[in-house]
């Protein structure tokens, strides 16, 4: 059965100074309804005062020929637009899913910005990076250089780790908290890590020199296993990249899966 294309999406606007105050959408005269309003709603208000004020609210349709579920987006998208100015007590159908929240262009927000990902990061056991350091304290690290303090700022919150130690294999799989910081700036607790009792010595070289110092990035681990007890078998994926996706390795993720009795497609929908 082909759904109704007789829909359209209206708006209100304040013939006083011409702003858009209230957003809708229907068929036939819904679009005029609203001006019988004597409630006491915020829109019903604005009428008053416009009628007060001895005019009419403009009344105009923006879009036609719509079906309902069309029209029901393009409502949701203009009062997103209009957010907290408009007079509107619902902000259109499924909103809260498909929208981001206001007040949240300051900062990357995962699945809008971004879209959660698995990733590879390779670790070695070093004097300045240490897995046992990683796996204790909830962080993985990069640096000395762009090259390699690059990749970890690519780790996004939200994102999945999957950790390979070098001629080892897999030993951890965790949720980024937060994006990368320099090792100076970073805390374990409120402690910081120059006050933790580091088995890499060096873990903070360089570390008034933000383009060569170590960059963290906080881990939630949900598997973090000794590296005597690395997961490994010939044909599973590895690099000598620092990181590398793991989105197109499903041989990697089912072997991992199935010895760690986790499922990424759940992982990285939780929280959405």
Not at 35 to 43: I, Q
Not at 131 to 139: A, I, K, Q
């Amino acid at each position: 059965m082909t759904a109704r294309e007789d829909y359209y999406v209206y708006v209100y606007i304040d013939p006083r100074n011409y702003e858009k105050f209230y957003y809708g959408k229907g068929c036939g005269s819904r679009k005029d309804i609203h001006l019988k309003d004597t409630g006491k709603s915020p829109k019903a208000r604005q009428i008053a005062a416009i009628r007060k004020a001895g005019c009419l609210p403009i009344v105009r349709v923006i879009a036609r020929g719509l079906t309902q579920d069309q029209a029901l987006l393009i409502e949701a998208t203009l009062l997103w637009q209009l957010g907290k100015f408009t007079t509107n007590l619902v902000a259109g159908h499924n909103s809260r899913q498909i929208f981001r929240e206001h007040d949240t262009l300051h900062r990357n927000e995962p699945g809008f910005d971004f879209s959660r990902r698995i990733h590879f990061f390779n670790m070695g056991n070093y004097e300045h990076r240490c897995w046992d350091d990683c796996r204790t304290h909830g962080f993985v690290s990069a640096g000395y250089g762009a090259r390699y303090r690059d990749q970890a700022k690519k780790l996004q919150a939200g994102d999945i780790v999957v950790v390979y130690l070098i001629k080892k294999g897999y030993v951890g799989v965790g949720r980024v908290l937060a994006e990368a910081v320099p090792a100076r700036e970073f805390r374990v607790g409120k402690t910081p890590l120059r006050k933790l009792r580091l088995k890499a010595p060096k873990m903070l070289h360089d570390s008034d020199d933000l383009e060569n110092c170590e960059y963290v990035v906080r881990v939630k681990w949900l598997v973090a296993n000794k590296q005597e007890d690395a997961l490994w078998k010939p044909g599973l994926f590895t690099t000598q990249l620092v990181r590398a996706s793991l989105d197109n390795q499903p041989k990697t993720r089912r072997y991992i899966e199935d010895n760690w009795n986790v499922r990424f497609e759940d992982l990285l929908a939780e929280g959405e």
